[in-house]
Every structure is written in C-alpha cells, then in structure tokens.
C-alpha cells in the first residue's frame, strides 16, 4: 500500500520553477531514498510534500487521501512528520522539553510514546535534563528524530539526517533510521552520504535539475555505473 505519493508536482520560490514534474512514491514499511546534486531541489521536494511550500501543480496523496496545498499542521495530525536540513532543534530547552514540543497536538497521554522513543535513543533519556544547546550534532539529530516520533507518525521526511556529522556517527544515524523503520514507520530520506543511503534504502530516486532522471532499488542504484559515474562520485 502506498502511504505518499507525487504525481507530477511542480514547485518553487519567487518567479522561479523548481521542482517539474515529480512524481514519487512510499509504500508501508520501505526506506526510500532521494539523491542528487547540491541544489537538485531535494530540500525543496521535502518542502513541498509537507506544505511548507504550496505546490504549483501537481498533487501529494498521503494514506489514500490528498494533502496538496495544506499547511503543515494539517498534515502533521494526518500521519506524516519532517525532519527539516537545519534548525531542527529547540537549543535553550532540554531534551525532554524538545521531544515534548513535539507531542503539541496530542491531548492523549504520550507517556508511553516517549518511553518509545527513550527506547530508541537510550543515550537522550540519560541526559533528558540537558539543555539541548551544549549537545553535539548527533546528539541533536537524534532529538529532532525523536521530536518526530512523538505524533505516532506512518511516514517520516528526513533532511540530511547524517550532515555535518562526524563519519562515526553516520553510521549510528543510518542504524536509528533503521530501527525507526522497524517499528512501523515509512521513511523517505534526502542524503548527501548517497551510497550509505542507498544500502539501507529498498528504493530510491536520483533528482537533478529539479527532475526525476533515475528511478530504481537501493541495490540496483549502487550497482549502475552510469548513475554511480554521474551522481554518486564514481
Ligand atoms: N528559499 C529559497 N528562495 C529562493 N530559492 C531557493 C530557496 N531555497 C532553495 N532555493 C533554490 O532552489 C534550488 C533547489 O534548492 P534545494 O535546497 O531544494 O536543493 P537541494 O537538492 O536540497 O540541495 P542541497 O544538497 O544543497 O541541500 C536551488 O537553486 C536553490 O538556490
Ligand atoms: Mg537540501
């Protein structure tokens, strides 16, 4: 079952077109990835499907029902969370006041959430009473995820989750994407560390110039030299 899709979404800033075209897809369960070069509008894209843009054509569905053109906080309460490139994060609060920004919609008891997410991240329960600002960048990231999880989410956006880290813990971030995979949640995610993407990745899509030029699974991409030549290094 598809939980997001793009058909032919056309996005952008100013008198400028972006994103053509684009047309993409999430099932439940998958980890899907999106590559590309410095500017290919990947940020753009994640943007756009959670309607911090509007889109200028096309449509986003997500969970069988169309989402185009609403804000993000309807769209949040519909099942999906975004993890932003940058600026992710609340420094002068601690962490557990940051996971619990992240449940501000819920009128429930999220208690039992943030055990989840403490489960996940043993190391931010730790130091919950931490203000996140002396943290490092890892440990951040994993509280902007963690923030995410707090709605319950079926599909999660992710920005450059592994930018600017150290390479010791990109590989513990690609293991949280994983496991927060595990756990039920569909994820598509934007990635410099394209070929460490594509391993954990069932599929992904190569977007350049705004346009989607290459579709296929993790595997194949990583094994297409044509692709690998032109957008992962060689
Ligand atoms: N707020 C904005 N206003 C105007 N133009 C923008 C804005 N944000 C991005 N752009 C332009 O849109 C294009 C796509 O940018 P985008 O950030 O989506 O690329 P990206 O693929 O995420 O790049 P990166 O890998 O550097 O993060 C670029 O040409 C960029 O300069
Ligand atoms: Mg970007």
New binding site residues.
Partial sequence: MKVLETKNLVS???E?D?LHDVSIELKEKEIVSII??????????L?TIFGLLRPRGGVVELIGAEVTGLSPDRIVRKGMSYVP?VDNVFPSLTIQENLEMGAFIRTDDYGDKLEEVYELFPLLQERKNDKVGKLSGGQRQMIAMGRALMLDPRVLLL??PSASLAPILVGMIFEKIIDINKTGVAIMV?E?NARETLKISDRGYV?AM?RKVFEDTGKAILENKEVGKLYLGG
């Fill in positions: 952008g800033y100013g400028t972006i590309g070069p410095n500017g290919a509008g990947k940020s753009t894209l943007k490139q920005d450059e934007v410099q977007l705004g």
